[in-house]
């Protein structure tokens, strides 16, 4: 029998709630300051902002999204779309410095059939990549085993926003 120790995941699931709404318009609702270390919010921008993915493909995964609730990049305002970029650079600054990784993957999934797991409110993923972070486990095993929890991935790229 196989065993993936994540002992961090029990609080999360033990306190999780259903979300009627967008999940990211839920995040984008500033609750007070001291809530986006809670959830993993890194940055506030005046039209979009940074967070850490809840399910992270590898350490370090981070999703850039508008406040305002958009499905489509052509609806959004160029100001949203300027700033959008401008922070996946910052992000992927953020990542060179910290995690140093051999490449990147940012990318966005448009609608359900593109993949898009929230499908209506457009983000963008920003993942540091290393060769070699596809092994035996994630091709054979279905399952990725990161090697940093999610509070450790926020403390060390806080500073970088």
């Known amino acids: 029998m196989d065993f993936l120790w994540s002992p961090w995941r029990a609080s999360y699931i033990a ?3 259903p979300l009627n709404g967008c999940v990211f318009c839920e995040l984008a609702r500033e609750i007070s ?9 890194l940055y506030r921008g005046a039209r979009s902002f940074v967070v850490l993915n809840l399910y992270p493909y ?10 305002e609730h958009i499905s489509l990049v052509a609806d959004a305002e160029k100001s949203i779309t300027d700033e959008i970029m401008d922070l996946a ?10 995690y140093h990784p051999e490449g ?5 999934n448009l609608g359900r059939a593109a993949g898009a797991g929230v499908a209506n409110h457009f983000h963008l993923h920003v993942l540091p990549r290393w060769n070699g972070d596809t092994n035996f486990t994630t091709t054979v095993g279905e399952t990725r085993v990161l090697p940093e929890g999610l509070a450790d991935t926020f403390r060390r790229l806080k500073s970088y926003f």
């Not at 990147?104 to 966005?108: A, D, I, P, R, Y």
């Open 58 to 67: 590898t350490t370090g995964h981070m999703l850039i999204a508008p406040y």
């Open 15 to 17: 306190n999780s709630q």
């Open 89 to 98: 650079k910052r992000a992927q600054a953020a990542l060179l410095a910290e």
């Open 104 to 108: 990147f993957n940012l990318g966005m």
């Open 33 to 41: 300051p001291e809530s986006d270390a809670e959830r993993f919010l």
